[in-house]
């Protein structure tokens, strides 16, 4: 039997945008700046897309969490091949403070409702580098989890996957329904052609709110301060290896 | 001794395939102990190399067409020891070949023969920014990215943007009026350079260093050095216009039947796009397909056809750039003008499509010998040409391809022909003159972008005709009566 993907994609500041710290230090310049789908997120759409044409999967939903232009997000991953899309809104202070614990209530919720099978996700977000969402979905749900998948095999009811560890790989094998997150190596994801572009502005895409799927999204940390890497220090150039050692001597390298 | 002495004579094995015919001008003086001791002496620090393992990079281009035997490299660092160097040469009739970044297409930037290189490398302090006109001065020497890094920090952009951006030199490009893939937004280079400071082959200085958008007095005399290729004289510092940097783009491939549906395209962009156009390419199968394979992309971005046209957009915001090129892709699809398309939806995708087009000289490298040829052509025209070469070349086993690409919005088509097993003098004399004469009789440029360099300047008077060729060598005259100048290019040289 054919079973029911849900995948996650959150719209973060696009990976090639240098980021910057607001001047008052209480958060990124979001401001004008380019977004687009996490980019594991992406692979973990590939995935999907994957199984169903493999027919393992019969329904791909994409949901992502925030504001309306969220939706951009939810119509390139509608472009590639999801089926339906599931906004949930949230917007302003809401949004800022928003956090991985919520996040995972949001998807479990949603998990539950649509009659889930898998949820895939990317491992984390390059924004804020969480790592924690998948992992605390399948908690709440009581659902095994195998996260940072550089293979995923799926039959029976069952998922075979191939996990990057410290120094190499293990391969695992878990009960649907489950969360299997997305590491880099899972797949390439493909470019969205014209004709999926414009069947997506068709597709169905549901809005709800944390109300409608009674979480709470109350933060429980406060976020105190954002702060700039340290700017790395020039080099020097030396005209000679004796140079070079006493350098090091008198930094006491050597 | 005497087989130093033939070396100096006749050309390298590389250049001599090409150019059998073509002899060192007997009135050049030959390097001396002397010569070198003083150069030695005015550029401390190693910067007058003599090694001929160090002096090997800067005798051959990267493609691979010609080499030099030049057993001196000189990198200055300011503008008065490229003075001294130059009065020096022109004193003691020693030939010079200036060289920027030596990413030339032409064979313009290496020596032929024992001519001594002048390397702008070291010459690179970025100088000052002006916010309110956007006006940059730079170095000759500096990198063509390392100044678009530069003036991005003020929220402007270079006002061009060539495959070779991270090795290329502003100097290099201002002498050759680069093209690149902006000419479609932001105009030809000339239009970008206010003021130039130029060292003549005497050593004397010209200063045209002013950041003037309007300045009608006199002859603009700067313009003679744009495009001149080092003939002329030697720039040494640029001011450029430098446009605002755009925060939105968009990018589209596309794939159509046939060449009429690429032009089709191409107007239809220009109408739906409008001011926020900024770029048309297109791409060939066969030159498509060398590149993917190059970049080992494994998934295909669109379906497969005949021809590939890439449109980028730029606007001040995403949504105006993206809401063209949606409008473009929407309406071509809709005409059939095209059969399948992507739009990038992040930077990566948007590098990644861009790789396609500028990474096409790496691939062609790849697949063998290249006969490389920069023309324009009415567009009309321009895949004609093609069509034309590819039964030509029919009878010949040894090649491989015969692609087209090019700046499309320019009229400006790249036919590249690649050939295993090397060069072939067969092949040349089949493609050359048959060629530049196919292209002068429509009227059309035998270089629209690459320059003549060495290995087109027999075929000037071809193009531009005996009266424009005569002016041009009393131009050189004036300038540079010794000759010392990038010698063998450009003009038509009577021994090859």
Redesign the interface.
Known sequence: MAIRILVGVKRAI????KVQVKTDKTGVVTE?V?H??N?FDEIAVEEAIRLKEKKVAQEIIAVSCGPTQCQETLR?AL?LGADRAIHVEINGKDYETLQPLAISKLIAAVAKKESIDLVLLGKQAIDDDSNQTGQMVAGLLSWPQAVFASKVDIKDKQAEVMREIDGGSETIRVKLPAVITADLRLN????????S??KAKKKPMAKMTPNDLGVDIKPHQEYLSYEEPPKRQGGGRVSSVDELISKLKEKGLV | MWSKFVRHFSTSPLTRVRHPKLRRAPHYATLTDRDISFFERLLPDGRAITDPDDCSPYNIDWIKTCQGQSQLVLRPKTVDEIQAILRYCHEHQLAVCPQGGNTGLAGGSVPVFDEIVLSLRSLNSIGAFDENSGVLIADAGCILQTLDVHVNQFGHTMPLDLGAKGSCLIGGNVATNAGGIRVVRYGSLRSAVLGLEIVLADGSLLDCLTSLRKDNTGVDMKQAFIGSEGILGLITRVALACPSAMSGVGLGLFSCTSFENILSTMRLARKLCGETLSAIEFLDSSTYNLSLKNLQQTNKPVEPNNFYILVETMSSTYEQAKATLDKLANTALEKEFITDGTLAQDLKQYKDLWAIRERVPEALVADGYVFKYDFSLPPARMYKLVEETQKRMKPFSNVRNVTGFGHLGDQNLHLNITVQNGYSDEIKHALEPWLYEWVAKERGSISAEHGLGLHKSKYLELNKGKQSLELMKKMKNIFDPKCILNPYKVLPYKID
């Open positions: 696009d990976y090639a945008v004008g380019k687009s789908m980019p390139t472009a390439q994801p493909r470019f969205a052609n014209l004709p572009i414009q």
